[in-house]
């Protein structure tokens, strides 16, 4: 199958290169994002590969199928970029990579409430200039704290047992709660509970309409004064302006994200030589007590070897005419 990657970054290729030589499929790798005009480049492909900020909206699924593409292959988990109305109306298949290391993403999480509560990132620099003073790095043991887990799938589950193995207490929300959580010692809570309640917030829900900005001025304001807010899931799933209020109040202990409301204008990409336009952004840099990767949290060689090899069985599956059903994103998983 002729497949055109979007947003094709040269440390994925060694991973796609070596997977394909099970699967032998042509490769466009192209540096382009998927957007209205770049969607020409799919020309004379049968699948297009998009990545988490590739925005697979109406215009652009469509100008997808004008060129021939029937195939849409996300080389990741979250579907929240793609219009699923639109490529079910145009017969487009929508295959994912529903789980590829958990780990990875939770032990990400877990390394930045480490960096920001022991304000490593802050005395990396420091020893670096002669600057051996602790004034400003003191943090709190993470042994007896709470540990609040919103969403307890895949990756919010091993985060869990990670907080529980350093003897944290911990309590989660989640509609749908996991039994081997809530025996491993989880505690499921009401959403009111767990922000009233916990020293650290983690969000593992995935975006839908139902999470865009839970947390809010009003989840912020339910917080307790001076715990720290974790977000690894989706930007969106947290309100930048409200945050920003939040932190300028000093509610906040500290905030730590990997991902950013806006991050398709920003992350995945070199800046250092532009100035940023995004004021809302750049105020979050200024607080000493926010800490920030740019959707890194996925990116372990154990996880991308799992994406590249399942996103290129994802094709053969579908040139084959079976595609895994549990990698299928269809209306279905609309949640309104
Ligand atoms: P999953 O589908 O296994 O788990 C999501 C859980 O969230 C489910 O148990 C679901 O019931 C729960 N949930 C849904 N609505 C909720 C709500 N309103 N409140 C509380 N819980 C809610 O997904 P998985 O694999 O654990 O991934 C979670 C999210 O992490 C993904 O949707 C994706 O957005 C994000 N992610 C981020 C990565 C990164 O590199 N930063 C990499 C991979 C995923």
Do not use: W
């Not at 789980?99 to 877990?110: F, G």
């Not at 990997?258 to 979050?284: C, G, N, Q, W």
């Not at 990698?327 to 609309?334: A, E, R």
Request: proline share 4%; charged share 20%; net charge negative.
């Amino acid at each position: 199958m002729r497949i055109a990657m979007f947003s094709a970054k040269e440390y994925e290729l060694e991973f796609y290169e070596r997977a394909n030589a099970g699967f032998q499929h042509e490769l466009t790798p192209l540096d382009a994002g998927l957007t209205g005009v770049s969607t020409r480049l799919a020309e004379g492909h049968d699948a297009a590969c998009i990545f988490a900020n590739d925005a697979a909206d109406r215009a652009a699924i469509t100008a997808l199928h004008e060129a021939g593409v029937r195939l849409l292959l996300l080389r990741c988990a979250g579907f929240n970029n793609v219009d699923l109305e639109a490529a079910a109306e145009l017969g487009m298949t929508v295959l994912r990579v529903p789980a590829y290391s958990p780990h990875a993403v939770a032990e990400h999480t877990t390394a930045l409430i480490l960096t920001l509560n022991r304000r490593i990132h802050r005395a990396y620099n420091r020893v670096r200039e002669g600057n051996f003073s602790l004034q400003g790095l003191m943090g709190f043991d993470l042994h007896g704290r709470t540990v609040g887990v919103v969403g307890t799938g895949k990756i919010g589950a091993v985060f869990a047992r990670i907080m529980l193995g350093f003897g944290c207490e911990v309590i989660a929300a989640d509609p749908s709660p996991d039994e081997a959580c809530a025996a491993s010692g989880v505690r499921y809570a009401p959403m009111a509970e767990l922000l009233a309640r916990a020293d650290i917030v983690s969000l593992h829900c995935p975006l839908t309409p139902a999470t865009k900005h839970l947390i809010n001025d009003d989840a912020l304001a339910q917080m307790k004064p001076g715990a720290m807010l974790v977000n690894t899931s989706r930007g969106a799933v947290v309100d930048t302006g409200a945050l920003i209020r939040a932190l300028k109040s000093e509610r906040l202990g500290g905030v730590a994200l990997d991902v950013y409301e806006e991050e398709a204008d920003l992350f995945f990409r070199d800046l250092s030589d532009h100035v940023i336009k995004d004021d809302v952004f750049a105020r979050l840099l200024t607080f000493p007590n926010v800490l920030i990767t740019a959707h890194q949290a996925f990116f372990t060689r154990d996880a991308m070897n799992s994406i590249a090899e399942t996103t290129l069985r994802n094709a053969t599956d579908f040139e084959r005419g079976r595609p895994d059903p549990a990698h299928v994103v269809d209306t279905s998983l609309i949640v309104r």
